[in-house]
């Protein structure tokens, strides 16, 4: 058994996350990061034996239609939830961080293992 990560490296998306007035009402860039760990690589030789992208892509643009989140751990958690439930995924890690926060700061996120 090979083990096999799959990964989405900066997906920008448009999210409206935060308890701040201003953050309710209009969307904010976010970058998303995925590492998603396959129960087994070696297994992998057709899209019906692995994680199709199309269903991870899909899930992430849907997140901008979402409305509110209050938080960055919401919008976290619920891409690990997806994420786990998806055909042969064994565990991987998920960051989602506000790209403009603080003039000084690239960014400001959460990381979180599944």
Request: no cysteine; glycine share 6%; hydrophobic share 45%.
């Amino acid at each position: 058994m090979v083990p096999m990560q799959i990964f989405f490296e900066n997906v920008s998306l448009a999210l409206r996350v935060g308890v701040h007035d201003h953050e309710r009402k209009v969307a904010q860039r976010y970058r998303i990061d995925l590492v998603i760990e396959m129960h087994d690589g070696d297994a992998a030789q057709e899209l019906d034996q692995t994680l199709d992208y199309d269903q991870v892509y899909d899930y992430l643009q849907a997140l901008q239609n979402h409305g509110h989140f209050e938080l960055q751990e919401q919008v976290a958690r619920g891409l690990a939830d997806f994420l786990k439930n998806l055909q042969g995924v064994k565990s991987g890690n998920v960051r989602v961080a506000k790209t403009a926060i603080y003039p000084n700061v690239a960014a400001v996120g959460i990381n979180l293992d599944f």
